[in-house]
């Protein structure tokens, strides 16, 4: 069945059967790309409502408004001057519903109308089955499409945004969308956003960095890259001033501390690789990063000895336990770690 496939393996069916008007009767949509979720789902809905008739043939439930009655309303009612009907159902953790309604449930998604496609879509609640539940587990096994929408490749995502900026009639290099990928964070809706601002600030047709760098606002573990870019290349003020950068965006001292210590693990990770000869794509298949940041990684591994990533390491566990078990101020100990780390650097 659909959910034992592979995530490309799903989405690619749920394109083919979109393309070919031949949607199936029950569908699970989860995953971190929310951006790529919405928009399959509006074309599963488009394919299947009609704006005249929607208000008789569309049914959306949620936690307000769903229960076992109402759900099986909804897949029964036959479709009003139309051919099908939808059902969409938000943010439902079936496996936690009680036993009587898991049963109950089970039988509905077993006996899907024809006429009919439910869709459960998965945002703010994570999608994860109990196995154990077997009858409702087998239901869901047996007949539903499950869907991941992870978030995409660097790859797959370059082209995306170089589209959606042609469509603003306005020009990028690859280098530049890898670089608005890494600063945002890669995910779709992000981009969307900041790829509308930069095209509303930049009066030119080539977009260039000052453009992005004026207007968009890095993730965290962007700003933690470019602060441990700073360390390596001996720029010790400009450094301290991203940490600065950080606290200002009313980030969590631990939560900072936990990004900064990813980070120079895959320092570390990239130093190790280096020493014995191996290339980025290692790093990107180890750590799970796209092809640039895992590029950029290794120019940044290579300003450090093993010697200094091993202190490293040593540092920030020190902290780690200093903001966990003493007084001092969070801040402040951010601040020595960065004035030991530059030391040592």
Not at 60 to 74: H, K, M, V, Y
Not at 147 to 162: K, M
Request: aromatic residues 8%; glycine residues 4%.
């Amino acid at each position: 069945m659909a959910y034992q496939q592979s995530q490309g393996s799903a989405l690619q069916e749920l394109k083919t059967a979109i393309k070919d008007k031949m949607p199936g009767r029950l569908y699970v949509f989860h995953g971190e790309e929310v951006f790529l979720l919405n928009h399959y789902l509006q074309q599963l809905k488009k394919l299947l409502i009609d704006d005249l008739t929607e208000s008789f043939n569309f049914h959306r439930l949620n936690n307000e408004s769903f229960d076992i009655q109402s759900f099986a309303d909804a897949v029964e009612n036959l479709p009003m001057m139309a051919e099908s009907t939808m059902v969409q159902v938000d943010d439902i953790d079936l496996f936690k519903l009680g036993e009587g309604d898991r049963d109950k449930i089970a039988e509905i998604l077993s006996d899907i109308p024809e006429y009919c496609t439910v869709v459960f879509t998965y945002e703010t609640v994570t999608w994860k089955p109990d196995k154990r539940l077997k009858k409702l587990w087998s239901s869901v096994e047996e007949n539903a499409d499950v869907v991941e929408f992870a978030r995409q490749e660097q790859r797959d995502l370059i082209p995306w945004v170089t589209r959606h900026f042609l469509a603003n009639k306005k020009q990028i290099s690859g280098d530049l969308c890898a670089y608005l990928i890494e600063i945002t964070g890669g995910t779709m809706t992000a981009l969307s956003g900041e790829i509308k601002k930069i095209c509303a600030y930049s009066g030119a047709e080539q977009i260039h960095r000052s453009d992005i760098d004026a207007v968009v606002e890095p993730v965290m573990d962007a700003v933690v890259y470019q602060m441990t870019n700073l360390l390596g290349e001996k720029k010790y003020d400009q450094a301290l001033l991203k940490l600065q950068q950080l606290l200002k965006m009313q980030e969590e001292p631990i939560a900072i501390l936990g990004a900064i210590g990813g980070h120079f693990r895959r320092i570390s990770t990239a130093r190790t690789l280096i020493d014995n000869g191996r290339p980025a794509s290692e790093l990107a298949s180890i750590c799970k990063i796209g092809d640039y940041p895992a590029r950029k990684t290794m120019e940044s591994a290579r300003r450090f000895s093993p010697e200094f990533c091993k202190k490293a390491s040593e540092l920030i566990l020190e902290t780690d336990y200093r903001m966990k078990t003493s007084f001092d101020d969070q801040e402040r100990l951010l601040e020595m770690l960065l004035l030991q780390l530059a030391r040592e650097a």
